[in-house]
């Protein structure tokens, strides 16, 4: 799917997506990003639900997002509470969707001015 990008003056936008890919602000990502309105996108090392641990979600803890949109690939699964609770504690909450239903939510979030956060599982 394509999207249109907005003028609003944001970074990070997902501009398009599909089974194996996501653009954000137009350049095109083949593997799993976290992503943040206005912070450099950054490759997220998992290639499938499986592999995820408490470390991939602790990576996102330094910046203090109010949310983070956890897009679990194709179909919608939901990580191990253990494996969030870094989130957890510091209170940021795990909202989880599909991967596809995740990049729209980031965007409308983003465009609401909220401190938002993506974790975009794409698998391998």
């Known amino acids: 799917m394509k999207l249109h990008q907005d003028s609003s003056g944001a970074l990070n936008t997902v501009t398009?997506?599909?089974?194996?890919?996501?653009?954000?602000?137009?350049?095109?990502?083949?593997g799993s990003l976290l992503v943040l309105p206005d912070a450099p996108v950054i490759?997220?090392?998992?290639?499938?639900?499986?592999?995820l641990s408490?470390?991939?979600?602790?990576?996102?803890?330094?910046?203090?997002?109010?949310?983070?949109?956890?897009?679990?690939g194709g179909r919608l699964r939901f990580p191990h509470p253990r494996l969030t609770a870094a989130l957890s504690a510091?209170?940021?909450?795990?909202?989880?969707?599909?991967?596809k239903a995740a990049c729209r939510t980031y965007n409308i979030l983003m465009a609401e001015g909220r401190k938002v956060a993506a974790a975009l599982l794409i698998e391998a």
Do not use: C
């Open 16 to 30: 398009g997506y599909g089974v194996d890919y996501v653009e954000i602000n137009l350049v095109r990502h083949s």
């Open 43 to 51: 490759p997220w090392p998992v290639s499938s639900f499986g592999q």
């Open 54 to 72: 408490a470390e991939h979600f602790a990576m996102l803890v330094d910046s203090a997002p109010e949310v983070v949109v956890f897009g679990s």
């Open 90 to 99: 510091k209170r940021i909450g795990v909202e989880t969707m599909d991967f």
